[in-house]
T-cell receptor
Framework: DAGITQSPRHKVTETGTPVTLRCHQT?????MYWYRQDPGHGLRLIHY???????DKGEVSDGYSVSRSKTEDFLLTLESATSSQTSVYFC???????????FGPGTRLTVL | AQKITQTQPGMFVQEKEAVTLDCTYD???????LFWYKQPSSGEMIFLIY??????QNATEGRYSLNFQKARKSANLVISASQLGDSAMYFC?????????????FGAGTRLFVKA
């Protein structure tokens, strides 16, 4: 395992409020990723990072922003949460761009 | 265009029998990697097996093997001697090489039920 933790593990919030999810890894992996999982869609990439302060958009990035100020932490922010962002969010890391991604335990977010 | 297709939403298998979970993919990139992940009811994503596009032999990891048919663009997961603990959701994924960078695309998944 890559020693990946996510916080919080569960969160309920209201529409329009800001939300930040945290991913923390202890393996010194260079690459980090945020995915969302919805029924019938598998996992879809939101944003990814290829180094400190280096990030880029994934397939479903609208409404999300990320930051990576340290190798071990990758933050996902919903500036103004909407009900369509109710989902399970997974963080993943990999040591190299072509290496296997290992996943955190996930965060279940409900936006009312 | 959908790049990873898992056509079996759900499957049943008898305990101790083998089962094949289907996965087809679409890419024009000659360099790519194929992955299978398991997601039990507890929710975590567990890496099972990896196959590189240039690998000559099918990947194996314990009871898991990947039946890689490059010309047909299929990467089926074979689980031998199924166990009750194999009941889970299984995802096929692909990472394209040169053109896709390191973005990994996932299929919609197959839910496997192992019967006692």
């Amino acid at each position: 395992d890559a020693g990946i933790t996510q916080s919080p593990r569960h969160k309920v919030t209201e529409t329009g409020t800001p939300v930040t999810l945290r991913c923390h890894q202890t393996e010194n992996h260079r690459y980090m990723y945020w995915y969302r999982q919805d029924p019938g869609h598998g996992l879809r990439l939101i944003h990814y990072s290829y180094g400190v302060k280096d990030t880029d958009k994934g397939e479903v990035s609208d409404g999300y922003s990320v930051s990576r100020s340290k190798t071990e932490d990758f933050l996902l922010t919903l500036e103004s949460a909407t009900s369509s962002q109710t989902s399970v969010y997974f963080c993943a890391t990999s040591s190299g761009s072509e290496d296997t991604q290992y996943f955190g335990p996930g965060t279940r977010l409900t936006v009312l | 265009a959908q790049k990873i297709t898992q056509t079996q939403p759900g499957m049943f298998v008898q305990e101790k029998e083998a089962v094949t979970l289907d996965c087809t993919y679409d890419t024009s990139d000659p360099s790519y990697g194929l992955f299978w992940y398991k997601q039990p009811s507890s929710g975590e994503m567990i890496f099972l097996i990896y196959q590189g596009s240039y690998d000559q032999q099918n990947a194996t990891e314990g009871r898991y093997s990947l039946n890689f048919q490059k010309a047909r663009k299929s990467a089926n997961l074979v689980i031998s001697a199924s166990q009750l603990g194999d009941s889970a959701m299984y995802f096929c994924a692909m990472r394209e090489g040169n053109t896709g960078g390191f973005k990994t695309i996932f299929g919609a998944g197959t839910r496997l039920f192992v019967k006692a």
